[in-house]
């Protein structure tokens, strides 16, 4: 079955960076959009950023513009988010999920597969 595994979060400074990974098995990943939401404390779900199966193209949610990047590696099923320049306010549990196609939908937040999220803490 779907199966999506977050890694790479923690505590981190203003202005510090974090990488986050996605491993991801179950179904054929590179034939699949993925994309990354965030849930931070009292808060809704928030669509950050999505990528196409083939990396041709990625969108951001504009307060992460300039700041995260999405990636992928297909050969290895794994999903990547970079974080630069972290505020307080990215402070959430941040999750991947799998799109329904090849493309992804920017601001989607019922996804079918979501993983568990890894925690995200901005603090000095």
């Known amino acids: 079955q779907v199966q999506l595994v977050e890694s790479g979060g923690g505590l981190a400074q203003p202005g510090g960076s974090l990488r986050l990974s996605c491993a991801a098995s179950g179904f054929t990943f590179s034939r699949y959009g993925m994309s990354w939401v965030r849930q931070a404390p009292g808060k809704g779900l928030e669509w950050v950023s999505g990528i196409y199966a083939d990396s041709m193209d990625t969108y951001y949610e504009d307060s992460v513009k300039g700041r995260f990047t999405i990636s992928r590696d297909n050969a290895k099923n794994t999903l990547y988010l970079q974080l630069n320049s972290l505020k307080p306010e990215d402070t959430a549990l941040y999750y991947c999920?799998?799109?329904?196609?090849?493309?992804?939908?920017?601001?989607?937040?019922?996804?079918?597969?979501r993983g568990q999220g890894t925690q995200v803490t901005v603090s000095s």
């Open positions: 999920a799998k799109e329904d196609g090849y493309y992804f939908s920017p601001y989607k937040l019922d996804y079918e597969y």
